[in-house]
């Protein structure tokens, strides 16, 4: 089974009991709401990534503040042609605190739009785990980084 490990970082944004959010768009056109960031590329600093990718779907430049933590998930994607692919996403979560810009949609990438959402209605929200994810990394500040399996997946 091909093997392929994708290294990322997010941003969780929390200013006056709202959270930023981005809504990605999945291949099959589905959209939910995910955490600003995204890949790494080749020789990038995570801190350096999830700076110009927040800055990339919501036009904001964002200061990191804190590592909150690692979260891993491994999972098995069928492919188009062939045999099953076994992908590991490493996601690098960091509390962001927003510093100019101004809000706006990413155009011809992977979210379609940004937006701010009440703490107390994410829950509701149709979004990927890492939402969750990154939300108990928030709260909880776990001093290993992790917050279990249970909150895993995209």
Not at 128 to 138: E, H, K, S, Y
Request: aromatic share 6%; charged share 30%.
């Amino acid at each position: 089974m091909p093997k392929q490990l994708r290294v990322a970082a997010y941003a969780v944004c929390v200013r006056d009991g709202r959270m930023l959010l981005a809504r990605w768009v999945a291949g099959d056109g589905s959209r939910r709401w995910t955490l600003p960031g995204g890949g790494m590329d080749h020789g990038e600093d995570p801190y350096d990534t999830v700076i110009r990718e927040a800055e990339e779907e919501t036009g904001y430049a964002v200061e990191p503040l804190a590592l909150l933590g690692v979260d891993s998930v491994l999972r098995s994607h069928p492919r188009r042609l062939g045999s099953p692919n076994d992908f590991h996403a490493l996601r690098i979560v960091y509390e962001a605190r927003v510093t100019g810009g101004e809000l706006r949609h990413e155009t011809n990438g992977s979210t379609d739009m940004a937006a701010w959402h009440a703490l107390d209605e994410v829950s509701a929200l149709d979004r990927v785990a890492l939402v969750d994810v990154g939300l108990r990394l928030w709260r909880e500040r776990p001093p290993l980084g992790r917050v279990g399996s249970e909150a895993a997946g995209k």
